[in-house]
T-cell receptor, first 109, second 112 residues
Framework: RKEVEQDPGPFNVPEGATVAFNCTYS??????FFWYRQDCRKEPKLLMS???SGNEDGRFTAQLNRASQYISLLIRDSKLSDSATYLC??????????FGAGTILRVKS | NAGVTQTPKFRVLKTGQSMTLLCAQD?????MYWYRQDPGMGLRLIHY???????AKGEVPDGYNVSRLKKQNFLLGLESAAPSQTSVYFC???????????FGSGTRLTVV
């Protein structure tokens, strides 16, 4: 079983749509959680951390369910510029992060 | 304000050749990492360092060596390149894992 699993997509949505991505992780002792964004042929960039109480940054909302070992990312009012691959990332132990394979989002006009 | 810088950005090697990838950071990161990214497989950790003079193996260390003689530099070496090492290599740094990583822009390596 993969340590961090994501639906690879692609998710094809129109501009203005709301889209949600899910991610599950295998290690119940995981402590830190993140969503990264990766544009084509570019490096991953930190989108937001995910906190136990849930957190929001503009159009982006992240939630964590420790009991189900589940992380989500909600994007409201999708923009063309949101098209990218979204990586779910978990700190399982020590100082190492484990990356999911990513979910592809394509926003179309 | 360079951040995390990788050199070279592109390279083509012949099977059996050797090369070194350089990662340099000016963010005072204690921790540094080398990942490879292949289609459909996500980022996989090759080696990492928790401080100057330290290195440790990650998930896929075979065929690679690393050194961190200075805090700001983390080198990844391929002693005898193989086609299976064709990939995109990313270096990352972190002051503390709870803050996430900062990545370099990547090195696209092709081994023919």
């Amino acid at each position: 079983r993969k340590e961090v699993e994501q639906d690879p997509g692609p998710f094809n949505v129109p501009e203005g749509a709301t889209v949600a991505f899910n991610c599950t992780y295998s290690n119940s002792a995981s402590q830190s959680f993140f969503w990264y964004r990766q544009d084509c042929r570019k490096e991953p960039k930190l989108l937001m951390s995910v906190y136990s109480s849930g957190n929001e940054d503009g159009r982006f909302t992240a939630q964590l369910n420790r009991a189900s070992q589940y992380i989500s990312l909600l994007i409201r009012d999708s923009k063309l510029s949101d098209s990218a691959t979204y990586l779910c990332v978990v700190n399982e132990y020590g100082n190492k992060l484990v990356f999911g394979a990513g979910t592809i989002l394509r926003v179309k006009s | 304000n360079a951040g995390v810088t990788q050199t070279p950005k592109f390279r083509v090697l012949k099977t059996g050749q050797s090369m070194t990838l350089l990662c340099a950071q000016d963010m005072n990161h204690e921790y540094m990492y080398w990942y490879r990214q292949d289609p459909g497989m996500g980022l996989r950790l090759i080696h990492y360092s928790v401080g100057e003079g330290t290195t440790a193996k990650g998930e896929v260390p075979d065929g690679y060596n690393v050194s961190r003689l200075k805090k700001q530099n983390f080198l990844l070496g391929l002693e005898s390149a193989a086609p299976s090492q064709t990939s995109v290599y990313f270096c990352a740094g972190s002051q503390q894992v709870n803050y996430g990583y900062t990545f370099g822009s990547g090195t696209r390596l092709t081994v023919v």
